[in-house]
T-cell receptor, first 111, second 112 residues
Framework: GEDVEQSLFLSVREGDSSVINCTYT??????LYWYKQEPGAGLQLLTY?????DMKQDQRLTVLLNKKDKHLSLRIADTQTGDSAIYFC???????????FGKGTHLIIQP | EAGVAQSPRYKIIEKRQSVAFWCNPI?????LYWYQQILGQGPKLLIQ????????DSQLPKDRFSAERLKGVDSTLKIQPAKLEDSAVYLC??????????FGPGTRLTVL
């Protein structure tokens, strides 16, 4: 089955860009997602990318997909204190398949 | 549009007791998922419903866990009997198209 790996922590200064990385094993993953989880809250879908795309931009968020290396990244421009959360990378085979999540990256914002 | 509703938000039980969680998906969403999120890990899919039929329950520990989705709307997830390792947050999600899954706030279960 799918395996998704992420680094556990990322610390950035407020106003800088954050880049959260993810690698996955299943090359048949059709959709790749980024979710945000704040303390005590459910998961919020931030953005997703289809496997036939290399990049997707949505306001402060940029997703890059390197299919050859099976590497996905999420860049958050002008990181703010409200961006402090756990960010999960997830993949699915498509359609209405269930998601396979990584363990999440804790984004820590330094003032 | 109302989000995915779950109850209770918190539950504390002793091992070997039974517990049930309830989920009401977003109106019109045919697909419903239950995930288990153990502390420090990402969510793991337990079961997926399409309307009131099970699509995938390959990771559901069927000796103690059961789930149903009567009438293709609300769903309940039951654990009987609970074990210490079942302590986790149980997340319900629903989707309509393109696998955009919307998650509820979760039920935090503590088994003592």
């Amino acid at each position: 089955g799918e395996d998704v790996e992420q680094s556990l922590f990322l610390s950035v200064r407020e106003g800088d860009s954050s880049v959260i990385n993810c690698t996955y094993t299943d090359s048949s993953s059709t959709y790749l997602y980024w979710y945000k989880q704040e303390p005590g809250a459910g998961l919020q879908l931030l953005t997703y990318i289809f496997s036939n795309m290399d990049m997707k931009q949505d306001q402060r968020l940029t997703v890059l997909l390197n299919k050859k290396d099976k590497h996905l990244s999420l860049r958050i421009a002008d990181t703010q204190t409200g961006d402090s959360a756990i960010y999960f990378c997830a993949g699915s085979g498509g359609g209405a398949d269930g998601l396979t999540f990584g363990k999440g990256t804790h984004l820590i914002i330094q003032p | 549009e109302a989000g995915v509703a779950q109850s209770p938000r918190y539950k504390i039980i002793e091992k070997r007791q039974s517990v049930a969680f309830w989920c009401n998906p977003i109106s019109g969403h045919a697909t419903l998922y239950w995930y288990q999120q153990i502390l420090g890990q990402g969510p793991k899919l337990l079961i997926q419903f399409q309307n009131n039929g099970v699509v995938d329950d390959s990771q559901l520990p069927k000796d103690r866990f059961s789930a149903e989705r009567l009438k293709g709307v609300d769903s309940t997830l039951k654990i009987q009997p609970a074990k210490l390792e079942d302590s986790a947050v149980y997340l319900c999600a629903s989707s309509l198209i393109l696998n955009e899954q919307f998650f509820g706030p979760g039920t935090r279960l503590t088994v003592l």
